[in-house]
């Protein structure tokens, strides 16, 4: 009886863990980006995925820039307004929707960072992605992603797997080595 209590109690704790192993952190920057003299970063307004349930919604979102906000923060950047932040970060993919960022005229460039559009939808359920932007020229500078096929994304794993991304740009005043890390 006790193993089946523990073999209950193991597959509980496995449902709610989400991925049943870290995954990779992938990431790329456009190395003749000039960004060295970046100081301070807004985050685009997060969408959540219409899976998400309404009440859930607002927790995620707020968990998904938090781990954004608070890893940039650690890093030595300062958080300002979209219209005067020198980087911008876009945050999609697995319960985060999709925001076209076209519409504040940035320009996505995945393809050069390493995953091309086509396979972005794809896998777009399967993915975390964070995309940084020089905001003086629209232009894509940075990605950073992972792969994960877990079935449910909680708020704490969703600003974790943010926060893991996030963990690779490169820090402020540091030599900004943009390529894959």
Not at 38 to 50: E, G, M, T
Not at 94 to 122: D, I, Q
Not at 153 to 178: C, D, G, K, Y
Request: charged share 15%.
């Amino acid at each position: 009886m006790k193993s089946i209590d523990n073999l209950i109690i193991a597959a509980a704790l496995m449902a709610f863990a989400g991925c049943a192993s870290t995954p990779t952190v992938h990431s790329k920057g456009d190395t003749a980006a000039q960004v060295n003299s970046s100081q301070s970063f807004a985050l685009l307004p997060v969408a959540v995925d219409s899976s998400v349930s309404p009440a859930a919604a607002p927790t995620v979102a707020q968990a998904a820039q938090n781990g954004a906000r608070d890893t940039l923060r650690a890093l030595g950047y300062t958080e300002t307004s979209r219209e005067s932040a020198d980087l911008v970060f876009y945050l999609h993919g697995k319960c985060l929707a999709p925001v076209e960022v076209a519409k504040w005229n940035y320009v996505p460039e995945t393809s050069k960072l390493g995953l091309k559009p086509n396979r972005m939808t794809a896998y777009a359920n399967h993915m975390v992605v964070v995309e940084g932007y020089d905001n003086h020229s629209k232009q894509q500078v940075w990605m950073g992603w992972i792969n994960c096929n877990c079935h449910v994304m909680e708020p704490e794993q969703i600003q974790h797997e943010i926060q893991r991304i996030v963990a690779t740009f490169p820090p402020r005043n540091q030599s900004m080595n943009l390529s894959a890390r």
